[in-house]
């Protein structure tokens, strides 16, 4: 049947349908005008069916239409929009370089040979909601203005989406994929695959605002290279390898940078928002921004694994440059009885704020630590690891449950060498216990004056032979304290203390004070010089 530049009108549609009793053997309406409503709902066609270049400038209904052999749709028009639900095509469905003015309906269709929508352009919502594709989809450069969606759909073969634009959401949930995803794909919302299943080897790249593998089960390999994404794993299930990597560079097609808006101007480095319920053994990240990312709830945080450069949040403190995890902030800026308001300023509030009941408390937050310390002890990055050690012993010592001696102990290695960490913080104690034992030996640890050798014993009767003892006194003091700030008395109490340092006698005379400090000025100086090469040593080793 050649209809081939037919204006078809609403009545005359309907008058050639009666006519063939809604069964079309081949059917070629090339270049034909529908002004008016075209309805096909339920036709069946036996032979090709040739729309191309047709112009639908009314409603286009194809509803449970079924074609047995090829649909060409090539550079037609739909004015308003396509309905072809519940459609079967058992040949190749060509929708090459077509136009929908509105919304592109395909609910429930089902594709059994190809599925071809390279440069097609819907400015309205494109529906393929529980539709099935045999032989995969090709939907090469495709433009979508609005939401695209493909949920609950079974890609048996290759999805290509290489060159797609989605300028609003696209919802893959509870999609099956037993072929790959290909990209690049550009998402301007968010590109869902909660609860999808795929089952395939599939290494694809995503430029989106947001990702979603919200209890996603991965069973094959994956490989995601992404740009500006928020990307959500909550309850994932992992259960082969899977990499995060971010991609610095544009995404390229066919040797063209590929358009990037709505997301041009945004940072293009992807952040990991949510890893709770995640078995992170398969888990690698390279790249990724994790300084809002919560790490609570997940499992075999020790085996995750970090590639290239990673960042993390930092505390609101100048003072305490480290690597925090998000859920510290949520914890310190609770408001809590006994917590000064100054104690929170700074910390970035979390989503419960500010219910105490819900963000994570010090024991679980340790706990995080000493998994993710593992992780990077494991990859040889022993610098990295000591960030997270000391948010550990920070939570250790924070913890109203640890027993009172052992957070005073936490508190004074804290202070003295931020956990034998910061070699700054050593040094400066160093230097105030010395300057401090200096003070002490000039006022009561050196005698005043020297004390003097003196001769003891008694003249003999002439021829006899004499007899002498040498003896010295006691050391002692004398004179008030305003006369021991001296310089001969600095220099002998800093000769003394610095001997102290490296375990030496300074063989010089003191008080019974002065012995009791040079004691102890031996134990603990040596102590803090220890703490502060160990310091030195945690940042520097690899």
Same mark, same amino acid.
């Given at each position: ?54 112009? +639908?400038?009314?409603? %286009?209904? #194809? ?5 047995? !052999? &090829? $649909?060409? @749709? *090539?550079? =037609?028009? /739909? ?9 079967? +095509?058992?040949?190749? %469905?060509? #929708? ?5 003015? !509105? &919304? $592109?309906? @395909? *609910?429930? =269709?089902? /594709? ?13 919502? %494109?529906? #393929? ?9 090709? @939907? ?18 290759? %999805?290509? #989406? ?9 919802? @893959? ?370």
């Amino acid at each position: 049947m050649d209809c081939r530049g037919v204006p078809f009108t609403r009545e005359l549609l309907e008058e050639l349908k009666d006519a063939v009793d809604s069964t079309f053997g081949e059917a070629d309406f090339g270049r034909a005008r529908f002004p008016e409503l075209a309805d096909f709902t339920g036709v069946t066609f036996t032979g090709e069916a040739f729309f191309w270049l047709a112009h +639908f400038v009314d409603d %286009a209904l #194809f509803d449970e239409v079924t074609f047995k !052999s &090829d $649909a060409v @749709f *090539e550079e =037609a028009v /739909f004015e308003v929009g396509g309905a072809f639900e519940h459609v079967d +095509f058992q040949g190749s %469905a060509w #929708f090459q370089d077509t136009l929908f003015g !509105s &919304d $592109a309906d @395909f *609910e429930h =269709a089902r /594709f059994s040979s190809g599925a071809l929508f390279s440069r097609a352009h819907m400015f309205g919502e %494109a529906a #393929f909601h529980a539709v099935t594709f045999t032989e995969g989809i090709v @939907f090469v450069s495709v433009q979508v203005e609005e939401r695209a969606r493909f949920s609950e759909v079974t890609f048996d073969q290759d %999805a290509v #989406f290489a060159g797609a634009h989605f300028k609003g959401d696209v919802d @893959f949930a509870d999609t099956t994929f037993t072929g790959p995803l290909v990209g690049p794909i550009v998402c301007g919302g968010m590109l869902d695959l909660s609860q999808a299943v795929l089952t395939c080897p599939i290494r694809t790249r995503i430029a989106a605002a947001h990702i979603l593998f919200q209890a996603t089960q991965v069973n094959t390999t994956l490989t995601l290279d992404v740009r500006y994404a928020d990307v959500s794993l909550q309850d994932a299930v992992l259960s082969q390898p899977v990499a995060i990597n971010f991609h610095p560079a544009p995404f390229s097609f066919k040797n063209d940078p590929l358009p990037e808006e709505p997301l041009t101007g945004q940072d293009p480095r992807p952040l990991i928002v949510m890893l709770a319920g995640v078995d992170a053994a398969f888990l690698s990240l390279s790249g990724v921004d994790l300084s809002a990312c919560r790490f609570t709830g997940a499992h075999h945080l020790d085996q995750l694994r970090f590639e290239g450069h990673v960042p993390f949040s930092e505390p609101p403190s100048p003072w305490t440059r480290r690597r925090t995890i998000v859920e510290e902030h949520h914890w310190r800026a609770l408001p809590m009885p006994g917590r000064r308001t100054a104690r929170t300023r700074g910390w970035q509030p979390g989503p419960a704020h500010p219910n105490p009941a819900v963000p994570p408390g010090p024991k679980e937050l340790a706990a995080t630590y000493r998994q993710l310390r593992k992780a990077l002890e494991d990859a040889k990055n022993e610098p990295g690891a000591a960030d997270f050690y000391y948010g550990e012993m920070e939570m250790r010592r924070l913890d109203p449950d640890t027993p009172f001696g052992e957070r005073l102990l936490l508190r004074a290695y804290w202070l003295v060498s931020g956990y034998g960490l910061r070699a700054s913080r050593a040094l400066a104690a160093l230097v105030v216990a010395m300057t401090l034992t200096v003070v002490l030996m000039m006022l009561w640890g050196l005698p005043a004056p020297k004390p003097q050798q003196t001769a003891v014993g008694t003249m003999p009767a002439p021829g006899s032979q004499i007899h002498l003892v040498i003896d010295k006194s006691d050391p002692a003091l004398s004179g008030p304290i305003g006369q021991r700030w001296t310089a001969d008395r600095a220099k002998d109490a800093g000769h003394v203390v610095l001997n102290s340092v490296v375990f030496r006698s300074s063989e010089q005379d003191l008080t019974p004070a002065g012995t009791w400090i040079e004691m102890f000025s031996r134990f603990s100086e040596p102590v803090l010089l220890g703490l502060a090469a160990l310091a030195a040593r945690g940042r520097i080793k690899r």
